[in-house]
């Protein structure tokens, strides 16, 4: 049986496209930075946190821990990709919202 | 110069997240205070630290919550609880147990059932435990202000309400 594809959350959509620019530096801080930096949307580390746990739990990223660095305290980061998965759910969210926009005026990007 | 993490920031989140998101989480809180202090300065720093830390803390613990089933539906079922009590008192205050209030309260608990189980399935199946036990220990403990009759339909209509919100919520997900 097929599984059915769920369309992201807003929080999950948002997280995934920032992993997904940041492609092999992404990790909690630079995807907080990240979103910021586009949105303007100041999101705690914790939140940011949740979400890509989560997302890593639905198969939609994977993580894999890095080395250890001074600046961080002895402490590594953990960085994270997206996953072939996760990038079915991306189009599919994607897909939903074009065509939910579709003919609506008053909905162009400037 | 060397910045280091405030102790207390450190603190609250080595307790409020799981070991293997500790390290990561608490480094890169350290990498970016760092930055700032060093940048800007260090009360700036420390300031937007403490401000991540807190505006952390309901994410934080809700995603730990959610991750383990058994909590989140005790918590769900806790919540419905807290708002049959709620929804009995008001209605009990209004009609001073007369039967017409067992008649509101009823609907009232199904609709609360209802989104319970939409939150986690077996919730209501809790809940309906609860309001069990409650009943229970209402009449063991005799309050004479709760007539008689009232105590015994409640041993049924409060379960039997959950369970049919739960079975609302199952059709309705067919």
Known sequence: MKKREEPLGSLEHIVMLAVMRLGSDAYGMTVRREIENATGRDMS??????????????????SHTGEPTAERGGRAKRYFRTTAEGEGALRNTRAIIEKMS????????? | MRHQLPHVALWILSRLVSEGEREPLV????????????????????????????????????ARLTRVPWIS????????????????????????????GMLITFPMVVAIGYV??????????????????AVTAMTLLADEAVPAWYRVAYFFVGPVAAFIGTALRSLRSR
């Open chain 1, 102 to 110: 579709a003919g609506l005026k008053g909905l162009q990007v400037t």
């Open chain 2, 27 to 62: 480094g890169d809180l350290a990498e970016e205070y760092a930055l700032r202090a060093s940048a800007v300065s260090s009360s700036a720093a420390l300031k937007w630290c403490l401000r991540q830390v807190w505006a952390s803390v309901p994410a934080v613990l809700w």
């Open chain 1, 45 to 62: 580390i914790g939140a940011v946190y949740a979400t890509l746990v989560r997302l890593e739990s639905k198969g939609f990223i994977k």
């Open chain 2, 116 to 133: 319970a189980a939409g939150v986690r399935r077996s919730a209501p199946l809790v809940l309906a435990g609860m309001m069990l036990i």
């Open chain 2, 73 to 100: 539906t005790i918590g769900v079922a806790l919540l419905a609880y807290i708002a049959v009590g709620v929804v009995e008192l008001t209605v009990n205050r209004a009609t001073a147990y007369n039967p017409l």
